[in-house]
């Protein structure tokens, strides 16, 4: 599916949206942070009941969209929020943006190429991805809605 770019921010109150559970952390923006990062999510995945092919498909995603993060931005931490709706699991990667970053696209022809695929994959899982500014106007919100059909999620 298309990405959007002016999809709406989830909403933070106190660890949930109304009856859905979120969660929040940053890491170093540094390679050895996707693990991490990859583990938190699969760790927290699983405590909401998510069966094992949604938290593989919401870990590849994470992983992407974190690696992204850590190679074409000037972050010195990244963020990631995952929160649950009614149909989907909704993923954020913040960044800290810098000087010439732009909002992350597709690239022509990337499916063949090893650089590149991990947009073309991220939209291949989700439901849809877009991105929009940070909070405060330093960096961006990459965002991705996977289905959280499957799961026994709250």
Known sequence: MAS????PSL???GGSVAQYPQDAFHLPARCSSVSEARSRVSALLREWGAGQQVRDDVELVVSELFTNAVRHTESEKIGCELSL???????EITDEGGAGYSAPHVQPG???KECG??????????????SRPADGGRGR???????????AAH
């Open 4 to 7: 959007s770019n002016n999809a």
């Open 11 to 13: 909403g933070r109150c």
């Open 85 to 91: 709706t009614a149909a989907h699991i909704r993923i």
């Open 110 to 112: 990337s499916v063949d």
């Open 117 to 130: 695929r991990g947009l073309f994959l991220v939209g291949a899982l989700s439901d849809g991805w877009g």
């Open 141 to 151: 919100v990459v965002w991705a809605d996977l289905p959280r059909s499957g799961n």
